[in-house]
């Protein structure tokens, strides 16, 4: 006997996240439960605004089709729409016991500005230091002096930075000029500095920092291979698709020498939890980029180690279908 509810939700947000071009007040998505033979499978698809390309109403369509196929039988879960395909696999994965229990609740924390609230959070971060900041945001050679000011407090500390893209060559030679040579290789990659591919390896060839894809991890013709200069991909699960998808990418990127980091669209404590247990999983010996919780002014259903914020109960959530 197969059962399932589709919830919906709307968690609020802290004030000023602002994605791209729009401040994002509330994070609304979908949960999913499966039960089959007494046991119970949880997914959440939440499309990320400005980044997935299907919305909700597209996402929660697709579930539906899915979830009355399923009930009467159905085995296979491909879906086109890659935050439906991710939720889903993690619903069938925990049913079928394949998304081992086991996580990994270490994160990169990030740093949108503030480099005193990271000095904090750095102290107390055991084992391997790593954190990440947003760059191309403010003056190029406001984000150099950063850089240099956390390697330089911080001798073990390495630095992941995000340029989203926002880069001309010659803003993103700026930074670098800043950016103390001696320092350079503390910084594990730089994501996605320039708004071309090609421009970006020109950057990490002259400059010698090291970069990583992550909206190319996305693109049609975007295949993994080892390059000089990239260091690394970066995986949203909800914005690639299923789990297994996800594996096939980090296998193909460590058998190119590439580091695979699974990091968060912006998930639910139900989702991160979940993203923590694949990066325990399939990437064990990275620190995944999950830094997003306190994003968030609640939790959902599942929570987080050691987080504060109140977890919203299922009982409080409204009911899409239910069978
Ligand atoms: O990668 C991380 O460590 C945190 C997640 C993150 O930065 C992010 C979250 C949602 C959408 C885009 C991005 C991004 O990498 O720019
Ligand atoms: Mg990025």
């Not at 939700?9 to 499966?34: H, W, Y």
């Not at 503030?114 to 003056?139: H, N, Q, S, T, W």
């Not at 993994?224 to 991909?233: K, L, Q, W, Y």
């Not at 299922?314 to 899409?320: G, S, Y």
């Amino acid at each position: 006997m197969r059962k399932v509810e589709l919830y919906r939700f709307s968690l609020p947000m802290e004030a000023g996240v602002i994605l791209r071009n729009q401040r994002l007040k509330t994070r609304d998505g979908l949960l999913v439960c499966l039960t089959e033979n007494g046991k119970q499978g949880w997914g959440e698809i939440s499309p990320l605004p400005e980044f997935s390309e299907e919305t909700l109403e597209e996402a929660e369509a697709a579930t539906l089709g899915w979830l009355h196929s399923w009930v009467n039988g159905e085995q296979a879960f491909e879906s086109a729409l890659p935050s439906v395909a991710f939720g889903l696999s993690c619903a069938m994965g925990e049913l079928s016991g394949f998304l081992p229990q086991k996580a990994d609740y270490r994160k990169a924390p990030l740093c949108n500005g503030d480099p005193d609230e990271l000095f904090a959070v750095l102290g107390a971060m055991p084992g391997e230091k790593v954190a990440k900041v947003k760059v191309g945001l403010y003056e190029a050679v406001r984000d150099g002096m950063i850089v240099n000011l956390l390697l330089e407090a911080i001798p073990d500390l390495k630095l992941r930075l995000d340029a989203n893209r926002s880069w001309t060559r010659a803003k993103a030679d700026g930074f670098a000029k800043y950016v103390q040579p001696q320092f350079r290789d503390r910084i594990q990659f730089l994501e996605e500095p320039c708004k071309t591919r090609d421009e970006s390896r020109d950057f990490s060839r002259e400059t010698g920092i090291a970069i990583a894809w992550d909206e190319s991890v996305r693109e049609a013709d975007f295949e993994v291979e080892a390059e000089p200069g990239v260091a690394a991909i970066v995986i949203k699960p909800t914005l690639v698709g299923s789990i297994q998808r996800c594996h096939m990418l980090i296998d193909q990127a460590h058998k190119a020498g590439l580091m695979a980091v699974i990091s968060s669209s912006i998930e639910t404590s139900l989702g991160l939890t979940q993203l923590a247990r694949m990066a325990a999983w399939l990437t064990p010996d990275t620190i995944p980029g999950l830094d997003t919780l306190s994003l968030m002014q609640s939790q959902l259903v599942r929570p987080w180690p050691d987080s504060e914020l109140p977890v919203l109960d299922v009982d409080a959530l409204e009911v899409v279908w239910r069978r």
